[in-house]
């Protein structure tokens, strides 16, 4: 979606089955390895090798491991999706402005 000169992207949070009712819980929102995996991708797509060796070192060790292991068809925190938005933005937000 575009406005005024910047973009918008819409991330819809899904729900996935519960492991206690096997229904989808609408208590925890998660986001699907998938999303993340986009993102990480975009960051390959068009990154020079220093800047995304330099972006994945400044990830907080947590995410690192996750993002490591990551499988895109399992369901992760949406707060490791906002910690590598803001590292992107940090790093090649001015690049885009």
Known sequence: ?????????L???TFPPCG????????IAM??????????DWVVDHGSRDEIIEFFESLPPNVRRQVSLMRPASWYD????????????????????
């Open 1 to 9: 979606m575009r406005n005024a000169g910047y973009t918008f992207l």
């Open 31 to 40: 986001v699907q390895g998938s999303v993340i995996r986009a993102h990480l």
């Open 20 to 27: 206690v009712c096997n229904a989808a819980c609408k208590n």
């Open 78 to 97: 949406p707060a490791m999706l906002d910690e590598i938005d803001s590292t992107i933005v940090k790093l090649f937000g001015k690049a885009w402005r």
């Open 11 to 13: 991330i819809e949070l």
